[in-house]
């Protein structure tokens, strides 16, 4: 098994380009649009700049956040299609899990490079290699959460994601979605104005 995992990992890292970033660049979002379970969704249009982090203006889920032993925490407290989500420092990379509903697994992980934009060179974007699970929906998440995170600290990223709930509807998918948006928004603002490794060399 560890000899699995070793060659999917070594697979994932050769298809990373590595980039050089230079601090203070501005970021912006990556794609217009995700698809998950078969609906295309609009991706919300994330800004950032140094010191901040924007998202959408139509209010987002409330989030609540608390510091472990190990990273931060977040959870979404709405009631319905609540999720959970882990961020932690290794070294200057970062590791996120999102999870939640009546079955949490590990669904998809993607693994974010940031880079600039292929757009226009003074913006930072960034561009994620994603594997999933057959027969899983949580591809679109992760790149969606690791492509943002990456660009917005300039770091790399990897996140998993593994949510489900039973008969999941069209407008429980978005609902979904916009709680992802919530935690990603608050965890980069978190982990931006908070204590951060210093940066990795090459």
Known sequence: ???????????????????????????????????????????????????????????????????????????TEEGRYDLEASARWIGGDLLVA??????????AVALAEPRPSLKDAETTSATASVLCVVGHKEDSVVKMASEFLSAALGARVVVTAGMHWDRLDEEGIRTVVRRVDSLVRLMARTLEEGSRPAPRKG
């Open 1 to 75: 098994m560890w000899e699995w995992l070793r060659k999917v990992l070594n697979r994932i890292s050769s298809l990373i380009q590595i980039h050089k970033i230079v601090n203070g660049k501005a970021v912006a979002g990556v794609s217009d649009s995700i698809v998950w379970s078969g609906i295309r969704l609009k991706r919300q249009h994330w800004e950032a700049s140094p010191g901040s982090v924007r998202g959408p203006a139509d209010g987002g889920a409330s989030v609540q956040v608390e510091e472990t032993g190990e990273g931060l925490r977040f959870r």
């Open 98 to 107: 999102i999870w939640g509903g009546e079955q949490p697994h590990v669904g």
